[in-house]
């Protein structure tokens, strides 16, 4: 990415307020320690083609690029000073074989390359098979993934280890919130969020 377009992106710096937009899609939800987004989403800007090429178009070099430049902001952020390990939503092992990757891996990597934290990939898992949540509603987002993801606590990791929650958009963040509930009802982990771009509604 050339330096204009680095300087021009949309960032959201909210990394260090507790309150902010995306911690607030989760207030009364589920219990996190924090939650934030690197980028604002636009639509028609270049860095939703960026995203697309992430998702759609096998860059997943992108992920691991914009996973790393957000670490870099990260590691003055107190709420994750004693973060375990870095987990990505997981894709269901169906949609993972046809688009060949796991975009929120590659985010992980990125942020591990930095942060230095190991990326646990066996401690969640979707167990169903669920449709895109791209046309749906908050509502429809929510029963769509409700009860779909399974914690493996065989991982190695200590009760109430503080996990970083990683995906690459956040929208309604029934997809996250789901993970999380997971994560802190049927593993006791401590759950803080972490997504590259802020799709406000």
């Known amino acids: 990415m050339c330096t204009g377009c680095s300087y021009r992106m949309p960032k959201t710096r909210n990394w260090h307020d507790p309150e902010?937009?995306?911690?607030?899609?989760?207030?009364?939800?589920?219990?996190?320690?924090?939650?934030?987004?690197y980028l604002y989403?636009?639509?028609?800007?270049?860095?939703?083609?960026?995203?697309?090429?992430?998702?759609?178009?096998?860059?997943?070099?992108?992920?691991?690029?914009?996973?790393?430049?957000?670490?870099?902001?990260?590691?003055?952020?107190?709420?994750?000073?004693?973060?375990?390990?870095?987990?990505?939503?997981?894709?269901?092992?169906?949609?993972?074989?046809?688009r060949g990757y796991n975009q929120s891996e590659?985010?992980?990597?990125?942020?591990?390359?930095?942060?230095?934290?190991?990326?646990?990939?066996?401690?969640l898992k979707r167990a169903v098979f669920t449709e895109t949540q791209t046309r749906k509603g908050r509502m429809e987002r929510w029963e769509n993934v409700s009860n779909v993801f399974e914690v493996d606590n065989q991982n190695g990791l200590p009760e109430g280890a503080h996990i970083l929650l990683v995906d690459d958009v956040v929208t309604t963040g029934a997809t996250l919130e789901a993970c999380a509930q997971a994560l802190v009802e049927k593993g006791n982990y401590r759950v803080s969020i972490a997504t590259i771009a802020f799709a406000s509604q």
């Open 20 to 37: 902010n937009d995306v911690a607030k899609i989760f207030w009364g939800r589920v219990r996190l320690q924090h939650a934030c987004a």
């Open 41 to 98: 989403f636009r639509k028609g800007s270049r860095y939703q083609k960026l995203l697309h090429k992430l998702k759609y178009a096998g860059r997943k070099d992108i992920g691991r690029y914009l996973g790393q430049q957000f670490a870099h902001e990260l590691t003055a952020v107190t709420p994750f000073k004693d973060i375990s390990a870095i987990v990505p939503v997981p894709l269901h092992p169906k949609k993972q074989k046809k």
């Open 106 to 123: 590659w985010i992980s990597l990125g942020l591990s390359d930095v942060l230095n934290l190991p990326v646990v990939n066996d401690i």
